[in-house]
């Protein structure tokens, strides 16, 4: 009645850094996928420790001891500060790499290296050799802003007000006191409040660089608007839901097809971005690689406004999802092999 | 070693729509009140069925059989749209009433009923024979603004920018699928999108009453500066907190005593709102009846802003709580008494 | 590097009873299935609304709109009671059903429909037109009591005691007051208390035909030991957790090869039995079609004692997913293809 | 109307180890009690910080430095091992002492020791200097088997099968990974499993206290029966529910009043236990000093059989709101005086 047949070389590679939430994802992606092959997964606090990612058992080494040239491509978990000498140890062994971290994203004082948010930036990434992951807030902010931004649709002087939240997989699974169960369950709070959080100097780098550049400007001029971003945190334990404030330029472009047409003009081919026909919900996305995404226009106000929300699991299209994704890219797979849509 | 020595004549008190949470809050509260008497309590769905408050044993009755007349004051929870006639009842009876419905809320057609903000209206409360209980995030976000818009400091033609959230509480106790556990675990969304949502008329018009009112302008102008107000459903059982973004039409004010001044003016000596030194949790406040708000300046903006956070218990300081409170104040007795702080 | 060559014809499968948490997850399990292909999904409440499973859209039909002929094989999700009589349908239709309903199990007055606890009565399976499909309860149970029942290793007139806890969604979706998220959260309770669960049945019945049986006695005769099952509601949305006391007929037996040999032996090349080094709980089998068991000694006791703990997903290998691993058997299919290791 | 005239002379208190999660709940309790002043609050990690309970602010202090002499009476919450020490040096200084640890418990190698299982052994403790405060699991397990063992009902022989499952609060607030949010949410399962906990010695030696002596036999002789416990870990933050299995040695001694008859017989004045009509839950006790208690019969078994529910709140009735019950027993204080019942 049926039958295979089916021959695939898998791709080997690494991850560093595979103990923590992130790195766990990607261990279970990577081995779930049909095309990539894990050959070591470090952790330096676990290391001879075993664990099972889908039905798979792996023995965590330490980093010293990955043997980083058998990998074709190494993901890179570790954490800020110390990722980047190991994604420099992993290009000397001829590894290609995606750091995961923020040591080389955009506006952390390392420009140049291509920003992994695939479904705006995918022309600068096939091919090449490091890609900077997006962090998970940045994700889910930049992918409701692009289609605005690109268009120069966000009012000059005005403030895109984002309200963020997300589950505590985001805050990383070092113990801490107010991370326990009896802390955060039957909670919420803000955190890093008064534009403080580390996501909002590649989300200004990236918006920067999306918008259309007027005559004379400096293509290093920052954007004309201001950025108020407050995260909060949920008592689940994955997803992020950005609920964004925008005042718009002009609310003629909106007039045809509704709110959401810079959206469906921008993302109505991206099997990873999904259009929403009312507010998304963190449960919509979890466990799944895909920004879920819903505009609606403001009621009673003076200035054309729309409220844009974007809904992802941080996890996955928030770090390790959109990292295999990029991985893909780099390595000229199927973009979306490999990956829960 | 110790003795007591007390003579109380306790109010006689009943409670409409007992049996929702706000009604089941009122009758905890009251049964540990020491200077209130629970004469009735009614649930029309559930006559003739016992609960226990603190110890004591409640039978509900029909609204129809309710002795409104064996009371002082009535505490009506009845459904919007359903209130306004047991409010009726209740005064031909002879009962004081605190209404928890929005039914004469202002903004909602209803006008000159006194409205029961308690620390910002409390001189028109003393006496008076009905008072409107405001909405739960009514209560959170007023309470915030309410020092700025009183000292006309929110700048004209801006938009105050309110994202909340809420525990589920705050949706009642009929059963509905997206209220179920199931739904409600590891989730998180917005709804109500748009400035549609039913508090957003009280808001308004507080905002205000309580603004200056510009020469020659008319007293019932509205306020010149907007509202977005977008709810947020979260997965635990009680709770609001409101993250507010504000443009100041003038940050000299503030340089005094930083930036919390206008809220030590207003909020100092009272006895239910905690000003804190960091941002506020829903743990904070949960059974107690309080605000707690903190308030912080967003660096990287072009024009002056703040962040206010505020938080309450829905079910307490958003509803029965306050709803014992102004009992209290109308009552003549010790604002404070029989309330959890 | 790589290439693909696959022909597969997909055998079409229909669902009754698509809209509940069971029914969801069989759309979910066969959408993702290479070798079933969904070919119509009912929910007569909500019917013509629209669902989405793994990235393909469903509309849902009424029963009666269902083309049951066009299926080779239907899974019925229907509730007990009502479930047995569309069974009669499709098999009318000519298609093969795997019911998960409690009408056709054993102890059920219905015997002769073979019991879908596929890694005990896998035999009985293949090429069945009909197959019960086990209750979530009794498969997490019965998958942890069958090595010891075969091997006639429980005490005679000692009771095996389960105390057992579920998440929410196996109670279903319809809106209840008692399983609202502020009734659920932060609460554990017992319910059907006293031996009075629908699952006894078919636990019963199933020892019964798996114990050995003495010399003389008749086949249809009960074990010789009782079983006191009390369930629990957990405030989790899914899993089962049956932690169970049992009184050795002889310790002996297990002095070879530790307390987990009977275990071993019947399971050590099953792919969805997981023979765990502790203590199982349900966060290892979430979203997974396996049972994963521990069995430890217990220690100050008088009569040799163990304690067998088993954790399945209720909804998958408590429901679809095992409903799918019965569906590979009946049609020849690899038993594990399309579920979740 | 009314009038107060009061005059309270109190007892001035300590707390070691008041940064834990009982040791909060003591001083919280403390705060609130008309009749107790809290003197002093050690917690050596955090000296120097400031915490809330009740509106009272409280700066915590090293225990070397806490001021021993100046209380009448001293809770210590410290660790297991570390406590007994800190006991003698309240005992030295003049004090009086409550000690949550399990140090001074019965079965700990440390007998005489009067044991705060207030209901039950309520006369050893009127004027005792030292108390040894039951643990959280054998609180609920032992108020619900006293009225049998002491009627001498349990079956020689048989196994009382304990199943209990307990909040997150009775592991503690140090920071482990196990025990933070991500993990424990949407989890369950079994620990310190085959009757290895460490409440298991103060069961059994208070069991063997309460049952009667046979004729012949020694005062120290073991219970006739054996004790199987299981804990279990929920996600939530406090409350124990026991689910406990009794083979009855005669069940015609609850013939007459039904299976509740003993419980009523031994509590029925009793202001802290509660006999409930349904199976209690951990949300009915939260908060309170109550235990909550239930018996059924189990259908369908060959020997007479009870399951006895007892849901208690962890941190209140099973450690700090015994604890401050044991302390007006031992000051001769009216016993309800500050305690939620």
């Known amino acids: 009645m049926h039958n295979y047949a089916l021959c695939v070389t898998k791709v080997p590679v690494g991850v560093l850094g595979a103990s923590g939430y992130a790195g766990r994802e990607l261990c279970h992606l990577i081995s779930r996928h049909p095309e990539l092959e894990l050959r070591f997964a470090t952790a330096n606090d676990q290391r001879g420790s075993r664990a099972r990612f889908s039905g798979r058992e792996v023995v965590f080494v330490a980093s010293e001891d990955a043997p980083l040239a058998s990998a074709e491509l190494v993901f890179s978990a570790l954490p800020h500060g110390a990722s980047k000498e190991w994604v420099s140890h992993a290009r000397n062994a001829g590894a290609r790499v995606v ?13 140049g290296v291509p920003y992994g948010l695939t479904e705006v930036m995918r022309e600068q990434l096939r091919g090449a050799d490091v890609v900077a992951n997006p962090g998970c807030y940045a994700t889910a902010v930049l992918l409701a802003l692009a289609p605005l931004a690109e268009r120069g649709l966000i009012a000059a002087d005005s403030a895109v007000v984002v309200s963020a939240a997300s589950g505590v997989t985001g805050a990383g699974n070092s113990p801490k006191r107010e991370l326990l169960f009896a802390e955060v369950a039957e909670d919420f709070r803000a955190y890093a409040v008064g534009n403080v959080h580390r996501h909002l100097a590649e989300m200004r780098a990236t918006l920067a660089a999306l918008s259309p550049v007027a005559v004379g400007a400096s293509e290093s001029a920052a954007v004309d608007f201001d950025l108020v971003f407050t995260p909060h945190l949920l008592p689940v334990a994955r997803g992020i839901l950005a609920t964004i404030t925008v005042t718009l330029s002009d609310d003629a472009v909106l007039a045809g097809g509704g709110p959401m047409q810079p959206w469906r003009d921008a993302y109505g081919a991206e099997p990873f971005v999904e259009l929403a026909r009312e507010t998304p919900s963190i449960r919509d996305v ?3 690689n895909v920004a879920r995404i819903f505009v609606t226009p403001v009621a009673g106000v003076r200035r054309p406004t729309l409220l844009v929300f974007s809904a992802i699991d941080n996890l996955v299209k928030g770090a390790a999802g959109q990292a295999v994704q990029n991985g893909n890219v780099m390595l000229g797979l199927d973009e979306t092999v490999g990956l829960p849509a």
Do not use: M, Y
């Not at 750091?99 to 420009?111: M, T």
């Open 99 to 111: 750091d995961l971290s923020s040591d080389l994203r955009p506006g952390n004082g390392c420009e």
């Open 286 to 288: 979890a466990h799944r």
